[in-house]
């Protein structure tokens, strides 16, 4: 089997750290643990040592720049990357197994089911999330996105049986604190990368994005916590747009002069 090195940004972790550690050490006993910690005040670090995993501290600077840093430390070529509240289930345990005894593609998309007011979703924007978190990294790199980050791939991709467990354990406060900070980071990169703002995707965005996911993916199977999940995407779609058109209004008459010409300041 390919070796393989078990990636892991971490920001106090600690309640969540050891279940996902422990799901993914039945991979295999030597295992290479990289984790990547942005100065952790709990027992994060303390978990992390007792998997014997090599703990790098390194200032927080995005999601995906944090992650490829994460990456370009492993030891092996094969990765695969977990957030701490994570966890592998036995059936995608065997799969990244067979996968690795001969692997058939160099990049790997797995389905996570994401766990919401106290139950799994199975439907909708819920399940099945499917992203590439096992590939080789001479054929797959993190992008370079803040927030929403994602695995580009240069080849073909396979997908795993199994889920990926997704339990953010999080009160609805926090939920909802989490995604207005992931907005204004949406917004400040939009309006760097001199996104035009857009007043109709006020509407479309949300709209869309509810069309999609909880009629076409039937997120209304979900019961309540199917629609208040996609209630709150939709809200934040329009937020962010929303974000983009205040920064935009806020900038000083002669920033868009000096973004035409290459100047900075």
Not at 3 to 25: E, M, P
Not at 190 to 217: C, D
Not at 224 to 229: E, L, N
């Amino acid at each position: 089997m390919h070796k393989l090195s078990l990636v892991l940004i971490t920001y106090n972790a600690g309640s969540q750290l050891t279940s996902c550690l422990a799901s993914a050490h039945a991979l295999a006993d030597d295992i290479d643990i990289v984790v990547v910690d942005s100065g952790s005040n709990d027992d994060t670090v303390a978990i992390a040592e007792r998997f014997s995993a090599r703990v790098i501290h390194n200032e927080f600077i995005g999601f995906g720049p944090q992650k490829r840093l994460a990456v370009d430390l492993a030891k092996h070529d094969w990765v695969l990357c977990l957030d701490a509240d994570e966890q592998l289930t036995p059936e995608l345990v065997d799969a990244i197994r067979r996968e690795l005894a001969a692997p058939t593609c160099s990049a790997y998309r797995i389905a996570r089911r994401n766990r919401f007011l106290g139950r799994y979703l199975r439907h909708g924007e819920g399940y099945p999330d499917f992203n590439i978190r096992l590939f080789d990294r001479r054929h797959a790199h993190w992008s370079e996105d803040k927030v929403h980050e994602h695995v580009v791939a240069e080849c073909a991709t396979g997908v795993l049986q199994g889920d990926l467990l997704h339990d953010s354990a999080e009160s609805l406060a926090n939920y909802l604190a989490k995604q207005n900070r992931y907005t204004d980071i949406q917004a400040a990169a939009m309006q760097h990368a001199g996104t035009p703002p857009q007043p109709w995707k006020l509407l479309t965005s949300p709209l869309a994005r509810f069309i999609r996911f909880y009629i076409f993916r039937s997120g209304w199977r979900d019961g309540a916590a199917g629609f208040a999940h996609i209630a709150i995407g939709c809200f934040f779609s329009f937020v962010k747009y929303a974000k983009v058109i205040e920064l935009q209004r806020a900038r000083p008459p002669n920033a868009a002069a000096h973004t035409s010409t290459g100047e900075t300041s």
